[in-house]
């Protein structure tokens, strides 16, 4: 299956920009999710990355190196509202399921 | 349209009861899924169906079985609980691997 590593933590100021980095196996690669997560909450969908580039959709975007098995969302005038975790993850064993990395708490200080 | 549910969103169970959780869909996707969510472990995929009748095991099965015997209902069965199932618990459902996946609200167990 996929092998997905990403930071655990990190913390950054509101209306300052964040990177959250995702690396995983280029071997079979078929795309890569970007999920946020509130406490207490469910995931929701953010992106899916297929084509190297960045793709952007408001304040959020994402970016993808497939030759560098690389991936980052990258977070722009962050607000407290942002705080959350964001979890990486990538279709996986015979395309038929998706393996998530353990998700990156991301904590927006005033 | 409801999206994902799930039944119950909180349970506590005595070790060695049974259960059953229950997730059902109405936007007719295919493929469905059942996670349980540690602290510093991410999401673990327990089991999931690519279709109606059809089930497979994902990363942590054991202790669980599954049925999908109609396309929008997937149900967890937990046989004997032990503390270690204590967790929360995710269902999913999407059309395919590369679409997005819709999450339920989740799950809330505790095994004693």
């Known amino acids: 299956g996929q092998n997905i590593d990403q930071p655990t933590e990190m913390t950054a100021t509101e209306g300052a920009i964040v990177q959250i980095n995702c690396t995983y196996q280029?071997?079979?690669?078929?795309?890569l999710f970007w999920y946020q997560q509130h406490a207490g909450e469910a995931p929701t969908f953010l992106s899916y990355n297929v084509l190297d580039g960045l793709e952007e959709k408001g304040r959020f975007s994402s970016f993808l190196s497939r030759s560098k098995g690389y991936s980052y969302l990258l977070l722009k005038e962050l607000q407290m509202k942002d705080s959350a975790s964001y979890l990486c993850?990538?279709?996986?064993?015979?395309?038929?399921?998706?393996?998530f990395g353990t998700g990156t708490k991301l904590q927006v200080i005033p | 349209n409801a999206g994902v549910t799930q039944t119950p969103k909180f349970r506590v169970l005595k070790t060695g009861q049974s259960m059953t959780l229950l997730c059902a869909q109405d936007m007719n996707h295919e493929y469905m899924y059942w996670y349980r969510q540690d602290p510093g472990m991410g999401l673990r995929l327990i089991h999931y169906s690519v279709g109606e009748g059809t089930t497979a095991k994902g990363e942590v099965p054991d202790g669980y079985n599954v049925s999908r015997l109609k396309k929008q209902n997937f149900l967890l069965g937990l046989e004997s609980a032990a503390p270690s199932q204590t967790s929360v618990y995710f269902c999913?459902?999407?059309?395919?691997?590369?679409?997005?996946?819709?999450f339920g609200p989740g799950t809330r167990l505790t095994v004693l």
């Open positions: 999913a459902s999407s059309l395919d691997t590369y679409n997005e996946q819709f």
């Open positions: 993850a990538a279709p996986s064993g015979g395309y038929q399921k998706v393996t």
């Open positions: 280029t071997s079979g690669f078929n795309g």
